[in-house]
């Protein structure tokens, strides 16, 4: 059974940083796109950004200059740098992986993580 398991979310002052990490474990076949997605309170989720195994990434017009996806596919492990927060960026935070290298375009993955609080509040 495929398991995601992130960490690294928590309470910061905007201009603050936090570094998201996610790792897979148990998936049969080769990770070859894995994402950060955002769900605010009464809001959709949405993209944060994305990565496949062979770099190519995509990410939100709102997070372009301040967030940075990176991804260890030896450890099948992905990380999403937030620097310069602001209040707008709280919301829970999904990891997500696919085998799929059309889902940092499609925004469907098969597998999802239980999410992570970013609450970005002075």
């Known amino acids: 059974q495929v398991q995601l398991v992130e960490s690294g979310g928590g309470l910061v002052q905007p201009g603050g940083s936090l570094t998201l990490s996610c790792v897979v474990s148990?998936?049969?076949?080769?990770?070859?796109?894995m994402g950060w997605y955002r769900q605010a309170p009464g809001k959709r989720r949405e993209l944060v950004a994305a990565?496949?195994?062979?770099?190519?990434?995509t990410s939100a017009a709102s997070v372009k200059g301040r967030h940075s996806i990176s991804r260890d596919g030896a450890k099948n492990t992905v990380t999403l740098q937030m620097n310069s927060l602001k209040p707008e960026d709280t919301g829970v935070y999904y990891c997500?992986?696919?085998?799929?290298?059309?889902?940092?375009?499609?925004?469907?993955?098969?597998?999802w993580g239980q999410g992570t609080q970013v609450t970005v509040s002075s």
């Open positions: 148990g998936s049969r076949f080769a990770i070859n796109a």
């Open positions: 990565i496949t195994s062979g770099g190519t990434t």
């Open positions: 997500a992986a696919d085998s799929d290298y059309n889902s940092i375009r499609t925004h469907h993955y098969n597998h």
